[in-house]
């Protein structure tokens, strides 16, 4: 039995991650270069050049790839151009997503095509290209899905087809997971509670209702970008070699109560 320090280095590692211009994905995208790995962005956001520019100055490589992840053909191509430029990928991490804010009675089939097109469509086919790359390759991989608390609970904010999107990716991993352990290929998930991005910017204007949300949570408060951060390098390294189709909540408590 060999245990050292190094379990959740990623060195030599190169990981995907698709919309890391800001919020969470900016901060896996830079977590994960802290730990070692080269890191290509697929995403739509031209501010992504910033983090790949922080990303480089952490001494590794990185590049930004403009990808909208509702758009199969781009998903594929850029996983390809990726591919070619860094070589892997051994991790992809699908955090692209939007939140919605609209009553279940008001809800558009524009809006549920244009939300389930990026949260569930977009984190199934990056998986495929990404998978199709790891499975040809024979070396395994990690795949890890941004879910949500709200992947398992309900709320009362207007954002069912966000709901129904996040508790779809949840179930997704593990189906994954079954599929393509025979691959090496480990698939899991994260599921933030509220953190402060410009995705809940909104609810810090209305302070009754942040109050709310702060306490349902047990830790009284929304979390930050870069706590979920140690999730993703557990679940990317080899600190977690026999974890596979788990969805990890890193939500303050919001689903204990
Ligand atoms: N902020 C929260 O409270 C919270 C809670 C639970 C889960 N999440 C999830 O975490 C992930 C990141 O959220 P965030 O809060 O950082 O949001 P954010 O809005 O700050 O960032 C979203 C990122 O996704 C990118 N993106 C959006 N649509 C895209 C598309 N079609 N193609 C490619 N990239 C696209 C954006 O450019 C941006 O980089 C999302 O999946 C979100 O659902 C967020």
């Given at each position: ?94 955090n692209a997503g939007v ?66 999107s996040k508790g779809a ?89």
């Open positions: 039995m060999e245990i050292n320090d190094r379990l959740f280095r990623l060195d030599g590692k190169v990981a995907v991650v698709t919309g890391g211009s800001r919020g969470i994905g900016k901060a896996i995208c830079l977590g994960l270069a802290a730990f070692g790995a080269d890191v290509g962005i697929l995403g739509i956001s031209p501010e992504t050049t910033e983090t790949v520019r922080a990303i480089e100055e952490l001494g590794r490589r990185s590049l930004f790839l403009k990808v909208d992840v509702a758009d199969v053909e781009q998903v594929k191509q850029g996983m390809a151009e990726a591919e070619r430029i860094l070589g892997g990928p051994d991790i992809l991490v699908n939140g919605v804010t609209d009553p279940a009675e008001d809800v558009t089939m524009d809006l549920w095509h244009r939300v389930l097109g990026v949260n569930l469509r977009g984190t199934f086919f990056a998986s495929q290209a990404a998978g199709r790359s790891m499975i040809r390759r024979g070396r395994g991989g990690r795949i890890i899905n941004i879910t949500s608390i709200f992947g398992i609970v309900g709320s009362e904010l207007g954002a069912s087809v966000y709901h129904a990716v949840i179930n997704l991993t593990r189906a994954l997971a079954c599929e393509w352990a025979k691959h090496r290929i480990l698939v899991n998930s994260i599921g933030p509670g509220f953190i402060v991005t410009d995705m809940t910017a909104p609810i810090h204007e209305q302070p009754k209702l942040e109050e709310l949300l702060e306490r349902r949570h047990a830790l009284g408060r929304f979390g930050r970008p870069e706590e979920i951060v140690g999730a993703v390098i557990f679940l990317a390294s080899d600190a977690s070699t026999f974890v596979t189709g788990e969805n990890l909540f890193v939500d303050g408590g919001y689903t204990a109560w």
